[in-house]
């Protein structure tokens, strides 16, 4: 599942009339190149959730065929959050652990990596495996504490930010409703503390693009190869 319903109020003016997945940079939509890379990794059933001008992202991808993949959308009339907006699509996602990636990230992570990982989610053990990163400047006090154990606590060991990558097992969001907004944090810090949270440290490269900036930054950077 891709995370595409942000209004992006940090990109304004650029996000008042583009929604931020589609934003350009290194001569392709943010969303594209996770789609290629996901495609690269062999995951070619596809979900993206949708609000803020949501018919453009549409109308831009279509069906994924044009990607080697198959695009299923989850429309949400108002935001719902990631867990929330997650919830709304569990008919399309099925039973299995699922991969999720915001739309508003750019990173070269190992996302067949990430699938195996999903493997290894069940009801009984593990319900999330994410991807975390070293802390940016504009975030220095980070998310979560990354362990020995490979498990994630909110307080101790390694203090690193959340990618906007992870994989998900449907029952951390057993009991959400599908059309009220919910944050993530608070699910995974329900799940840490029943030490049901798995991580891994990303040392490649990654972008939280989150303001016009950033955006400029990271295009340059692709163009310049």
Request: hydrophobic share 45%; proline share 7%; aromatic share 4%.
């Amino acid at each position: 599942m891709i995370l595409a319903a942000g209004r992006g109020e940090r990109m304004r003016p650029l996000t008042d009339t583009c929604p931020k997945p589609l934003l350009v940079a290194g001569g392709k939509p943010l969303i594209v190149w996770h789609i290629e890379r996901l495609a690269a990794a062999g995951i070619t059933e596809l979900v993206i959730n949708h609000a803020h001008l949501g018919q453009m992202i549409e109308a831009a991808l279509g069906d994924g065929g044009a990607f080697g993949v198959r695009i299923a959308y989850s429309p949400e009339g108002k935001a719902l959050e990631t867990a929330g907006g997650i919830a709304r699509a569990l008919p399309l996602l099925g039973d299995a652990p699922f991969l999720v990636v915001n739309g508003d990230v750019f990173c070269d992570a190992d996302l067949a990596a990430l699938c195996r990982a999903a493997e290894s989610l069940c009801v009984d053990g593990p319900l999330a495996h994410l991807i975390l990163v070293a802390n940016p400047a504009h975030h220095p006090g980070g998310d979560f504490g990354l362990h020995p154990d490979g498990l994630i606590r909110d307080a101790g060991g390694e203090r690193l930010t959340f990618a906007g990558l992870g994989a998900y097992h449907p029952a951390l969001f057993a009991g959400l409703s599908p059309d009220e907004p919910a944050k993530l944090a608070p699910l995974l810090r329900a799940a840490m503390a029943g030490e049901h949270v798995t991580a891994a440290r990303l040392d490649g490269h990654w972008v939280d693009v989150g303001t016009p900036e950033r955006l400029a930054e990271l295009d340059a950077r692709l163009r310049a190869g």
